[in-house]
């Protein structure tokens, strides 16, 4: 580990987060990545290729929508909605999965790996390895593979095969584990295709850019609807991407507040929680030094969070920076809380989301009333919630199996 830290340089860091902290033989491979992604981030052809599949595949741009319902409603400052929830594959996710798969396929790639938790990245990784006829492995926790059993199937439909991974408590984190283990042994014809901007640089890097198309178009939508900028961007934080894709063009706008809702599962001060900036500290997993939910002796908690998406130990590097910075500010929302923003904004603005953005929802529930009807909020819906029915009715004690 000294070794590798020392090679490290300092654009591979966010303060004193981030890093390659990784087995030797992924090394080289993640330098190949880095240099190719550099290569390919200014190269016309590529970009021109990205947009064209964002515009024409994903259907980009996604709107700006005034919730004139809820503006009036809640009473205080107008509130948008950026709308991820309605990106093909239903969420945020397929920015990024076109932006890597793009890379590995220039990288002569033939194969792609992903981890996913609920199913999502793994749907929109299955999604784009068809459209580029790729090979496509996804590894998921067995835990979460019954829970998810509809996201499963739909990816087996997709024509990818999925693992069902048994090491440790079988869920999200352990399919990062087992989808980085299957790199290092196989890297010839494979690129693992990161779900969140979480991992060794230079993933958080490039799931950064790729998902700062949210906030390029949210800036000019505001400026084109209000003449100015928001007061306030708000977005839910699992490890964080579609919350830095929202925030990534107003970092240096510092009169825009920038807000990320967390899951507090049973509450911050229970054990039952995926609080990770509010509740945890600084560590080294998944390749990277961040912030994350761990013992004393460095051990991983086992984390929960009703949302499936936000159920993750740890949060990217970048936002354990804006943390430290107090550039941006990281809020818990708990389960009752998401679940009461879920109906309230189906009720008022007739949109199911998906159960992670209405953690967001919810802190823009309790923010708008105290701010003035001169001010603006942008809350970004990350994805739909059709995945979510059948457990909000569960959770309301309503039986919808049969
Ligand atoms: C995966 C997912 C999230 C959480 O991931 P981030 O990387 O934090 O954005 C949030 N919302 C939806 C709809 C998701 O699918």
């Known amino acids: 580990m000294k070794e590798m830290e020392k090679e490290t340089t300092e654009s591979r860091h966010y303060g004193e987060f981030g890093g390659q902290y990784i087995p030797e033989t992924l090394m080289a491979e993640l330098d190949r990545v880095a240099q190719a ?22 259907n980009r741009p996604s709107l700006l ?26 969420a945020h996710k397929i920015n990024n999965v076109i932006g890597q798969a793009l890379l590995a396929k220039r990288m002569g790639k033939t ?92 993933f958080p890097e490039m799931v950064h850019d790729f998902q700062s198309v949210i906030s390029k178009e949210s800036k000019q939508q505001i400026l084109e609807a209000e003449g100015k900028l928001p007061d306030m961007v708000v977005a839910c934080v699992g490890g964080g991407s579609n919350a830095i894709g929202s925030f990534a063009n107003y970092i240096d706008d510092k009169d825009v507040q920038l807000v990320g809702c967390e899951a ?18 600084v560590g080294i997993f998944h390749g990277m030094k961040s912030m994350f939910l761990q013992n004393k002796y460095g051990q991983i908690d086992k984390v929960y969070s009703i949302s499936a998406g936000l159920d993750y130990p740890g949060v990217g590097p970048e936002h354990a920076h804006l943390a430290e910075l107090k550039r941006a500010k990281y809020v818990g929302i708990t389960d009752d809380e998401a679940v009461n923003a879920f109906e309230y904004i189906a009720k008022t603005e007739g949109i199911v989301a998906a159960i992670e953005s209405c953690h967001a ?34 959770y309301r004690g309503v039986n919808i199996d049969d």
Not at 42 to 54: A, M, Q, S, V
Not at 264 to 281: F, H, L, P, Y
Not at 367 to 386: E, F, H, N, V
Request: charged share 25%; hydrophobic share 35%.
């Open 264 to 281: 507090a599962g049973k509450g911050v001060d229970t054990d039952q929680t995926a609080a990770t900036i509010e509740r945890g500290s």
């Open 111 to 202: 194969r792609l790996i992903a981890e996913t938790g609920a199913g999502q990245h793994g749907v929109a990784t299955a999604t784009i390895a068809d459209l580029f006829n790729m090979d496509c492995e996804i590894f998921m926790g067995k835990e979460d593979t019954e829970r998810q059993k509809l996201n499963v199937y739909r990816m087996e439909l997709l024509g990818a095969k999925v693992h069902p991974v048994t090491t440790g408590s079988m869920v999200l984190k352990d399919a990062v584990n087992a989808t980085l283990q299957e790199w290092t042994q196989r890297i010839d014809d494979t690129f693992y295709v990161m779900g969140s901007a979480v991992g060794p640089y230079p």
């Open 65 to 90: 929508y005034y919730a004139k319902q809820m503006t009036e409603d809640l009473g205080g400052a107008k509130i948008y909605l950026k709308r991820e929830d309605l990106n093909h594959t239903g």
């Open 361 to 394: 929802v919810a802190y823009v529930e309790k923010i708008a009333p105290k701010m003035r009807k001169d001010q603006i909020i942008i809350c970004t819906l990350s994805g739909r919630g059709d995945k979510d029915v059948a457990s909000i009715a569960k």
């Open 37 to 58: 992604y550099d290569h390919y981030k200014n190269d016309p052809d590529f970009l021109k290729e990205l947009h064209d599949l964002l515009n024409n595949y994903a």
